[in-house]
Nanobody, 123 residues
């Protein structure tokens, strides 16, 4: 059983930066696809980014390409989401998720989830 714990969310002004962290335990970190999703009030959970740290492969939603960077540290069993040039529309609860196999943009394909961390971007 994989446990995921996110941290790093807070209130930030538009144009600012944040780094979210997701600490994983209970599994072989490098064997999982690690993803970040977000959910704004009244909206469906949406894919943000994913990484396969064993091969360094990444995938991003079009809405965050060029602004967000996902990375994994196998030695710390931690995945990060560096978020730059934040916009008010980035406001959401951000969730870390894990799955085996290849990455997928559909949240229902992920097996393990963290509790979420709130990111609020003020204009």
């Amino acid at each position: 059983q994989v446990q995921l714990v996110e941290s790093g969310g807070r209130l930030v002004q538009a144009g600012g930066s944040l780094r979210l962290s997701c600490a994983a335990s209970g599994g072989t970190f490098s064997s999982y696809v690690m993803g970040w999703f977000r959910q704004a009030p009244g909206k469906e959970r949406e894919f943000v980014a994913a990484v396969i740290s064993s091969v360094g492969a990444t995938e991003y939603a079009d809405s965050v390409k060029g602004r967000f960077t996902i990375s994994g540290d196998n030695s710390k069993n931690t995945v990060y989401l560096q978020m730059n040039s934040l916009k008010p529309e980035d406001t959401a609860v951000y969730y870390c998720a894990a799955k085996t196999g290849y990455y997928n943009v559909n949240y229902w394909m992920y097996d393990y989830w963290g509790q979420g961390t709130q990111v609020t971007v003020s204009s």
